[in-house]
């Protein structure tokens, strides 16, 4: 992504830079968190590295993808195990268990 170095714009009175194909400013982008291209990256690349830098602790996504994508994981194991238990107290005549099973199930599967 940062392959195209790219030169910014100073506005002199301000000594404020510019992205030179958008023309967002580097305090527009500190203020809203929201680059206007993809050269922005490139144009502002250290200035938006210390920023993050300073408020997350690090410059690296991890987003929270992952971290759904686990919790769906453990919740779809959880209703298997369940489903298993509900299956064994349906064997052993035990309905009002298997109910309340069930009942868990349903709730774990409207968390997904």
Avoid: P, W
Wanted: proline letters at 0%.
């Amino acid at each position: 992504m940062f392959e195209y170095y790219s030169k910014t714009e100073t506005l002199d009175e301000t000594n404020e830079q510019f992205c030179d194909v958008c023309n967002t400013s580097l305090t527009d982008i500190l203020n809203t968190h929201v680059v206007g291209c993809s050269n922005c990256y490139t144009a502002f690349k250290e200035q938006i590295k210390e920023y993050l830098a300073k408020s997350q602790g690090a410059c690296n996504h991890v987003g929270k993808l992952a971290i759904r994508r686990v919790s769906r994981q453990k919740i779809e194991n959880d209703i298997r195990e369940l489903e298993r238990q509900k299956q064994e107290a349906v064997e052993n005549e035990n309905f009002i268990v298997a109910e309340s099973i069930k009942n868990q199930i349903e709730k774990l599967r409207g968390s997904i």
